[in-house]
């Protein structure tokens, strides 16, 4: 064995533990000179001998000159093998063979791993990392990317952001859990709607944004009713069906601005708009209200602080509720006012669904009760033992501690429990009676009084009354409107009236704003009236003197 033998013999071996594939062409010749086990493995054979056309180019020696690495003495890429994916780090390096000859050495490296970590980098710095939706900030870069295609082609697009209505109601009712599973399957239903596949993002806890592209800008009424679509049934969570609608802003561009933060607040404020004027609505930005518009968004900042100062700025009203059969004041419902030193006299339409939605509902609530507990212990103290109506937000209800709340205002302020009506509304029993069942058993076990409020709306089912311990149903003024003249709304309430003798329940009517809807109901036995033809919420001091003598 000479001297050459040895070294190639060395090389060989040193080559064969590298840990990539290496093999060496003859330039001119195109013949594969050498390669290590590694390729060997890869190509399933002994290249030595053979050209590496035989492995490119279907064996066609003459596309060689299309052959760009060997063309350089130095080259470098990454490439996918469809047929093993993986990646590959391919470098090619011009150098002198053991023989004299001028050759390339290639060097394949298997970067698998490596890309599929940068992959997972990117999806993460990319993605939700529940929905797997992309995130706010893809959103932005999306979206400055399609403004720009709209500029140059002067064509529109437009942003949806969507807000679910009461999705808090669904996490704190059934568990995160299922809110998780809720959000996902949302995901999965906006992604499957025709036009907007890769443009949807998850850019809060349940805040949605679509981009319509300038592409499809002319889809945007199909793809709106079918967004309508997904949410108007019901999805199907731990066992049974759940309501979860949505409130959605809408915003197009350029014509309304070509600045991206700038477009999203304004859909921000569109679907705000959606929340104030009922939830699940669509509402389309407005540039003419650009002043009220910002003003609404400037409630947010400022409630804070007004929650934070113990909830000072917020008023009492009392509206009073009358017993038919005397016309006399039998109680009063408790109203929140916000007069906010900055934003001025606030009612409850313009700050109510937002506080909702911020999670401020509950301290709000929890101060609206102590002060209605205190007022009435006040009156009481005086010797007027009348009724207070509060209002339970939904929020408040599906608390974990809401019973011992209650149970401690009640302490604190020394009110006496049977002079407390607490107000809910049926939404909570739509989608799970019998936690509204217990709740009700358990706050009622204080001596409370409950009452079922607006009832005749949205699900409203008779069975609510037949299987909730209620001490008062309050039918909703949609039915007084024209019980005069209306045949349907007058039998409407005398079935409630004949239904709540059965079950000892009382009936308040409310929105009473006449004599003649007054006449009818006292034919009707109604026990109780609520409404302007009495008397409009009103600062307690008002309430006191008209309706207390105090």
């Not at 093998?81 to 391919?90: F, G, T």
């Not at 509204?436 to 409370?448: C, D, F, Q, S, T």
Request: aromatic letters at 10%.
């Amino acid at each position: 064995m000479n001297e050459n033998d040895n070294s190639y013999t060395a090389l060989k071996e040193i080559l064969n533990n590298l840990g990539s594939g290496i093999f060496v062409i003859d330039k001119s010749t195109r013949e594969i000179l050498f390669h290590n086990e590694i390729i060997a493995k890869m190509a399933g054979r002994d290249m030595v001998g053979c050209h590496c056309y035989d492995f490119h180019y279907n064996g066609m020696a003459e596309q060689c000159k299309y052959c760009i690495p060997l063309k350089h003495k130095n080259y470098f890429a990454e490439t996918f093998d469809e047929k093993m994916e993986r990646w590959y780090e391919v470098k090619y390096n011009d150098i002198t063979w053991v023989d004299g000859r001028e050759v390339s050495l290639c060097n394949v490296t298997d970067i698998t791993d490596k890309k599929k970590y940068q992959q997972r980098i990117e999806f993460q710095a990319n993605n939700d990392f529940l929905t797997g939706l992309f995130n706010r900030m893809r959103c932005e870069e999306d979206l400055q990317i399609c403004i720009m295609e709209a500029l140059s082609s002067k064509t529109k697009g437009a942003i949806l952001f969507i807000d679910l209505d009461d999705f808090k109601h669904i996490n704190d009712g059934l568990g995160h859990q299922y809110g998780d599973v809720l959000l996902k399957m949302i995901s999965v239903g906006l992604q499957q709607i025709k036009g907007i596949e890769k443009r949807c993002y998850r850019v809060g806890g349940d805040e949605f944004i679509i981009i319509i592209e300038p592409a499809v800008y002319s889809q945007m009424e199909e793809i709106l009713s079918e967004i309508q679509k997904l949410f108007s049934k019901p999805w199907y969570l731990g066992g049974a069906d759940y309501y979860c609608t949505m409130s959605m802003g809408i915003v197009t561009f350029v014509d309304n601005g070509s600045d991206v933060n700038d477009l999203i607040k304004k859909a921000d404020i569109a679907m705000y708009e959606a929340k104030k004027s009922g939830k699940n609505k669509s509402v389309r930005y407005n540039k003419g209200g650009d002043k009220n518009s910002y003003i609404q968004l400037d409630i947010e900042k400022n409630m804070r602080s007004a929650v934070a100062s113990h909830c000072s700025e917020f008023e009492i009203y009392i509206q009073p509720i009358v017993d038919v059969a005397t016309e006399c004041c039998a109680g009063g419902e408790a109203l929140i006012r916000w007069n906010s030193r900055k934003l001025g006299f606030l009612s409850p339409g313009d700050f109510i669904p937002l506080a909702e939605h911020m999670g401020l509902i509950t301290p709000i609530g929890e101060y609206v009760l102590k002060q209605s507990c205190m007022l009435n212990k006040k009156w009481s103290d005086q010797g007027i033992d009348i009724h207070i109506n509060v209002n339970l937000s939904i929020v408040q209800l599906l608390s974990n501690n809401i019973v011992d709340n209650i149970a401690d205002i009640i302490s604190r302020t020394g009110v006496r429990p049977e002079n407390l009506v607490l107000e809910v509304t049926e939404s909570l029993a739509i989608n799970d009676m019998s936690r509204m069942k217990n709740i009700i058993k358990e706050i009622k076990a204080l001596g409370v009084n409950i009452a079922l409020d607006d009832f005749g709306t949205g699900y409203s089912s008779l069975n609510y009354i037949k299987q909730m311990d209620l001490d008062i149903i309050k039918v909703d003024r949609t039915f007084i409107r024209d019980i005069a003249e209306d045949d349907y709304a007058k039998a409407f309430i005398k079935l409630i009236a004949e239904l709540s003798t059965q079950l000892d329940v009382q009936v308040c009517v409310e929105g009473v704003e006449d004599e003649k809807q007054l006449a009818v109901l006292k034919e009707l036995n109604i026990d109780m009236i609520q409404g302007f033809y009495f008397g409009k919420p009103m600062k307690v001091q008002e309430f006191e003197r008209k309706y207390l003598s105090l």
